[in-house]
């Protein structure tokens, strides 16, 4: 079955750690996202890539870093800077921007 | 920025009620998703609707790009439909902003 696969569910992360999400979709989609989620909060969108080799700031970018060298896999880093990393993340995917998104089921991270 | 409102922020609901869910959008739309996002967190896409009426089995979807609303239509609702509705607006680009959601309980 075609989806999105996020990993791993649960990440624990020492402060000072850089830490890296993965999420990989076969549904041979152009575009991907990453999303923030915070607890009673709606998504913010954190980097989006339209194509292989491309991606775009969202809207709170700051202490984050992508990649997209396979149109499958566009893995999230959260990086030392990131102050508030603690939250829920997902992923999504579509075929271009005026499509329906696809999402994966999340990567919960908490820095202890 | 672009602003995305949903009302109301919660909702209860017997098993068997209907009930309306509104997004309100600030500007232009050329994307506009549904979402329900179930008690462990995955998003499920309901309905991809920038303009029009669509109907899936017991929920319904319409949009006004022209008065900037939405509406998300449930009716004899179920246990399962418990969750956090979420609506998502695009323009021009790939951004998808979306609302802080309705939180809808329906007991048995």
């Known amino acids: 079955d075609g989806g999105i696969t996020q990993s791993p569910k649960y990440l624990f992360r020492k402060e000072g750690q850089n830490v890296t999400l993965s999420c990989e979709q076969n549904?041979?989609?152009?575009?991907m996202y990453w999303y923030r989620q915070d607890p009673g909060q709606g998504l913010r969108l954190i980097y989006y890539s339209q194509i292989v080799n491309d991606f775009q700031k969202g809207d709170i970018a700051e202490g984050y870093s992508v990649s997209r060298e396979k149109k499958e896999s566009f893995p999230l880093t959260v990086t030392s800077a990131q102050k508030n990393p603690t939250a829920f993340y997902l992923c999504?995917?579509?075929?271009?921007?005026?499509?329906?998104?696809?999402f994966g089921s999340g990567t919960r991270l908490t820095v202890v | 920025g672009i602003q995305v409102e949903q009302s109301p922020p919660d909702l209860i609901l017997q098993e068997g009620a209907n009930s309306t869910l509104r997004c309100n959008f600030s500007d232009s739309v050329n994307n506009l998703q549904w979402f329900h996002q179930n008690p462990w967190g995955q998003l499920i896409n309901l309905f991809y609707i920038p303009s029009g009426t669509k109907q899936n089995g017991r929920l319904s979807a319409t949009t006004v790009a022209t008065e900037r609303y939405s509406l998300l239509y449930i009716s004899s609702s179920q246990t399962t439909d418990s969750g956090v509705y979420f609506c998502g607006r695009g323009g021009s680009n790939y951004k998808l902003t979306f609302g802080k959601g309705t939180l809808l309980t329906v007991n048995p």
């Open positions: 549904l041979n989609h152009d575009a």
């Open positions: 999504a995917s579509s075929i271009d921007r005026e499509q329906g998104y696809t």
